[in-house]
């Protein structure tokens, strides 16, 4: 479908001048004690009303910042005009997970970055715009299965995560009979263990969206960790997969290396996010146990980082964020970094972690801090915090969240004879996932290194076309 | 679903499951373990693996009822499924690179505490297959909590047993039986020793004066078991390492046995108030 909307100029003003619809959100005194979802997202009127707000560009920006391509003016139309089965379609066409990626994509540095409306006021609000489709969609059974005949040709997805998830519902559509392999017990990867309930319901959003996937005809094994349960090469080689691609994220935590970080009560991100939101120990029905003692210092500025602040606050303890650049510098959401501010966690900005204090038992007391000042901009242009001398002082807490990002478990990569990984142990793969080992295909974070879960996606869907041709070539 | 093909109790509190688990046993190696989930509001609990048959497609393992997750998976019963059966996990046991010549000509020692004498199990019948001398020491609390005597007696060359209270074997520790051994002039090439972490740390102690080459398998926390978390960071040679991926054997003498046995403790406290409300539930 192609669509083209005439505006006329005085139009195009009319639509400038209305503001930005506010979205409803669960009062932050009251979410700070719940893990029910801080948004509740446009209700059909006020996604209509938003979407007026559209000026429907002829050369829209931000499709082209979309890592997937969704048309976004296309299916804004569509809301606008009431047609939400319509604007759920397009929606589909570009992407398998529109109700996650309208929650946790940041637009602010993509879709809506570029919005013309953007420049004078507020831009389109994409993102809650995909959401409420999505949601919509889920909430009346619309669901798009729409796929080609079977070819009979049998391709392997590593991780069940936002890439894999992509990359196997496009394999699917084409008539691929694909089968993704878990390590955990939930299918989701990220979704399931990093991302809390507050921001991505898990019963509600996840599951339907990989439900919405198997509903392609896509197998899910979980409870297979490749490399150890099966390699790569015995997919291709004794169960007859023709392809492979590798989606396995980046689940490695690092740690600082500072004195006392063994100390109990230090925990990775990871390990603390894996066990409330995966394992569920914020549920009292639920067996895996979480520490949080009365305060928890987080340490680190992702959105990994809020995410487990605003965990820790929910659990009842007092949080602090240690960062060691500026506000500014942040590299979490805008919406996160406002949430958790609203939700009452403290910031402490321009500081950096020396060492975990402890007691004669080997409980975590407190964290030995530096201040910092920002020196010159590094290779990645933001400016880098230089310790300022004698300044040390003490946090007292009880528990030291680490998040510090992540890197590419090697497991696959060191079982896998011919696949090329770099310095910071990522699989080495082209713009369309080629690696360097035929019928290997990787994409996502295992490629990429910690980003985001709209990337990884679209590395997933890229891969799928290359593996596509390839299969075609052989 | 995975499900449990035989059950079998091998005293009180100890059982052994033999689970159907094909891709598993296809590529399981002694030495390494698995994680299990009993139920779908479950912790992964990790285990050792105790046996495999390739042919059968099946993997045994071998659990003891120490809190509120372990009673739940003794409860389980023949025909009952485990909702999660995953691995192998970990890294097998270093000899199994060695071939059989190689092993022919070694002699080995495992010390084994109680529930330890079940992934002892695996490796001394390996290296029996492959034609490696083995004796083994068996430490167990008393008589009644002994497992794998039998079949541990058939596949080693030496089988030197002792109980905490004098009600078999010989009354003592496993470490005073290993500085008998030694003392005796006895001489092996490699020890293993697998048990409670208090047992391996004093084992650790007792053999060093005999420069006796020994690897200790570590039962630390663990969430994922594939190298996600770290809830199971070990100081081995004064570097952290995730015993799930990097283990769970290490060389004895670079682990931090106390920063180990501490860090096993973590959960302790929310534990007790988990079993405890275990059981009313059962009540």
Redesign the interface.
């Known amino acids: 479908m192609k669509l083209t909307i005439n505006v006329k100029s005085d139009y195009t003003d009319m639509r400038n001048k209305i503001p930005r619809v506010p979205v409803r959100e669960q009062d932050p005194a009251v979410r700070a004690k719940n893990f029910e979802e801080v948004c509740y997202g446009y209700n059909a009127e006020e996604a209509q009303m938003e979407a007026s707000r559209c000026l429907g560009c002829k050369k829209p920006s931000c499709i082209a910042q979309c890592p997937v391509s969704i048309q976004i003016p296309q299916f804004i139309y569509a809301v606008e005009q009431g047609n939400f089965t319509e604007a759920a379609a397009i929606i589909a066409k570009d992407s398998s997970l529109p109700a996650v990626c309208g929650r946790v994509c940041p637009q602010e540095s993509q879709c809506e970055g570029s919005c013309i409306l953007g420049v004078k006021g507020e831009p389109v609000a994409i993102g809650k715009l995909e959401r409420f489709v999505a949601d919509w969609a889920r909430e009346n059974g619309v669901r798009f299965s729409d796929k080609k005949e079977a070819n009979g040709h049998k391709v392997a997805i590593i991780g069940s995560g936002p890439a894999g998830l992509a990359c196997a519902a496009d394999l699917a559509k084409n008539g691929y009979d694909v089968t993704i392999f878990e390590a955990l017990h939930e299918p989701g990867g990220v979704l399931q263990y990093g991302i809390p309930e507050f921001r991505l319901p898990k019963e509600l959003v996840v599951r339907t969206e990989v439900e919405n996937v198997r509903s392609l005809g896509v197998k899910i094994e979980t409870n297979v960790v490749v490399g150890r349960t099966v390699t790569v090469d015995s997919l291709i080689e004794d169960e007859g997969f023709s392809a492979v691609f590798i989606g396995s994220g980046a689940g490695l935590p690092k740690f600082m290396g500072i004195p006392g970080e063994n100390l109990n009560g230090v925990v990775s991100a990871n390990e603390f996010l894996t066990r409330n939101n995966l394992m569920r120990a914020y549920d009292p029905d639920y067996d895996t146990p979480i520490y949080v003692g009365k305060r928890v210092a987080v340490v680190g500025g992702g959105n990994v980082a809020m995410d487990a602040a605003r965990t820790a606050l929910r659990l009842g303890a007092e949080v602090t964020i240690v960062y060691r650049r500026t506000e500014k510098e942040l590299p979490a959401r805008v919406e996160e970094v406002h949430h958790a501010k609203q939700e009452g966690i403290d910031f402490k900005m321009l500081t950096n972690p020396v060492e975990v204090l402890g007691n004669e038992k080997g409980w975590v007391t407190g964290l030995k801090c530096i201040k910092m000042e920002l020196g010159e901009p590094d290779e990645s242009g933001r400016r880098s915090p230089v310790p300022v001398p004698d300044s040390e002082f003490d946090i007292e807490t009880d528990v030291v969240v680490m998040s510090l990002g992540t890197s590419p478990n090697p497991l696959i990569a060191s079982t896998t004879p011919g696949l090329e990984t770099n310095r910071w142990k990522c699989v080495v793969a082209d713009d369309n996932g080629v690696t360097s080992k035929a019928g290997v295909f990787a994409g996502g974070d295992v490629v990429t290194g910690a980003a985001t879960v709209i990337l990884a996606m679209g590395a997933g869907r890229k891969a799928a076309e290359a593996i596509d041709s390839y299969i075609k070539s052989k | 679903m995975y499900k449990i093909i035989k059950k079998a109790d091998l005293t009180p509190i100890t059982t052994l499951m033999e689970v159907d688990a094909p ?2 046993a296809h ?1 399981a190696q002694p030495g ?1 373990f698995l994680i299990v ?1 009993a139920h779908d ?4 609990i990790p285990l050792t693996i105790c046996d495999f048959d390739r042919e059968k497609g099946s993997v045994t393992i071998v659990t003891q009822v120490v809190g ?2 372990s009673r ?1 998976i003794c409860h389980l019963n023949e025909g009952d499924s485990f ?7 970990g890294q097998p046991s270093e000899f199994i690179h060695k071939n059989s010549k190689e092993l022919s000509e070694m002699k080995f020692l495992f010390i084994a505490g109680g529930l330890g004498t079940a992934p002892v199990y695996p490796q001394v019948k390996f290296l029996h297959s492959m034609g490696a001398k083995v004796d083994v020491i068996i430490g167990a609390k008393n008589k009644d909590l002994l497992i794998f005597e039998n079949e541990m007696r058939s596949i080693c060359d030496n089988l030197y047993i002792c109980t905490d209270d004098g009600s078999y074997g010989k009354k003592g520790l496993v470490t005073e039986m290993l500085k008998e051994l030694m003392d005796s002039g006895k001489t092996y090439d490699q020890a293993v020793a697998i048990g409670p972490m208090i047992m391996m740390k004093f084992v650790t102690l007792t053999a060093k004066p005999y420069n006796l080459p020994l690897i200790v398998s570590l039962n630390t926390l663990m ?2 078991g ?6 199971c ?1 070990v ?1 081995v040679g004064g570097k ?1 390492k995730f015993a799930c ?1 990097d283990g769970p054997e290490f060389d004895a003498y670079q682990v931090d046995f106390d ?1 180990a046995m ?2 096993q ?3 302790k406290n ?2 007790v108030e ?1 079993d405890h409300k275990c059981k009313i539930g059962l009540h």
Request: with cysteine; glycine share 10%.
């Open positions: 891709r598993m590529s390494q989930r509001k479950g912790e992964r509120a997750s739940q909702t999660d059966f995953a691995g192998p996990l969430v994922d594939t190298g996600m978390c770290g809830a960071r100081s952290t991926v920063e501490r860090r403790m973590m959960y929310i534990e988990a």
